[in-house]
């Protein structure tokens, strides 16, 4: 979880915004904007870990479909004729339990089985690594959906070939991947460029119709249907 502070430098006294992290015992912050002051890095003990409970909490409250147009999605279900969808990286299923509500038969896989246990909506989640996991449940599904989850992964590439493995011919894949200005997250192993997702898109098979969002904005939400098994070798970036 993010969330944007005050802080006053300890070094110039300053008041700097800084971006931090609280996630468990997962923190950062982030430098001080160049030139605006002395470019000290506030450390890490200004922010507080949280405990396993708090971090249950906070993560149940979080609201579903956070960064993405909700509206924008569901017509892209209405027009797609969506009835099952997985969400990739569901945490304690805040998606899943939306999608519940609006009349879907929705699901959900996450790494982290104390999610699970922390969802009201446990008996939809499974646990497994999405890397790994070419296969749930249920599958395969009308649409994918995963909101900030392939910039935390090491092998994105054999995640995107695993959900076109989920998806039914024509299904539809929705993602979300965070701006430029949360590459220096902890937790995150890259922020993908636009040119960047539309290779791995490409090369997994994944036929990108639309996206919304800046880079250097708010992050990007990408649109994409099943065309194809996908390349067994990855070509060059175009």
């Not at 605006?36 to 149940?60: A, F, I």
């Not at 076109?164 to 929705?174: K, S, Y």
């Not at 997250?185 to 800046?214: A, E, F, K």
């Amino acid at each position: 979880m993010t969330s944007q502070r005050r802080y006053p430098c300890g070094n110039c006294r300053r008041i700097v915004r800084a971006v931090q992290v609280r996630y468990g015992e997962s923190r950062t912050t982030r430098p001080l904007p160049p030139g605006g002051s002395c470019g000290k890095t506030l450390p890490h003990t200004l922010v507080e870990p949280l405990t396993l409970p708090e971090s249950r909490e906070k993560l149940s409250n979080r609201r579903a479909f956070k960064r993405v147009d909700e509206k924008r999605v569901l017509r892209a279900f209405a027009d797609g004729d969506v009835r099952s969808v997985l969400d990739v990286g569901c945490g304690v299923g805040n998606t899943v339990a939306r999608l519940r509500e609006l009349g879907f038969d929705a699901w959900g896989v996450t790494i982290n089985p104390d999610e699970i246990a922390a969802s009201k909506v446990a008996d939809r989640l499974f646990a497994g690594d999405i890397q790994a996991t070419r296969s749930v449940p249920h599958a395969p599904f009308d649409a994918i959906v995963s909101l900030d989850c392939l910039e935390h992964l090491e092998n994105p590439l054999a995640a995107l070939r695993n959900i076109n493995a989920m998806l039914r011919d024509g299904g539809l894949f929705i993602c979300y991947i965070p701006p430029e200005k949360w590459i220096e997250c902890d937790y995150h192993v890259i922020v993908y460029t636009p040119r960047q997702m539309r290779w791995l898109l490409n090369l997994s098979g994944l036929r990108l119709t639309d996206c919304r969002g800046r880079y250097r904005g708010k992050g990007v939400t990408y649109y994409c249907v099943k065309e194809s098994a996908g390349q067994l070798e990855p070509g060059p970036m175009r």
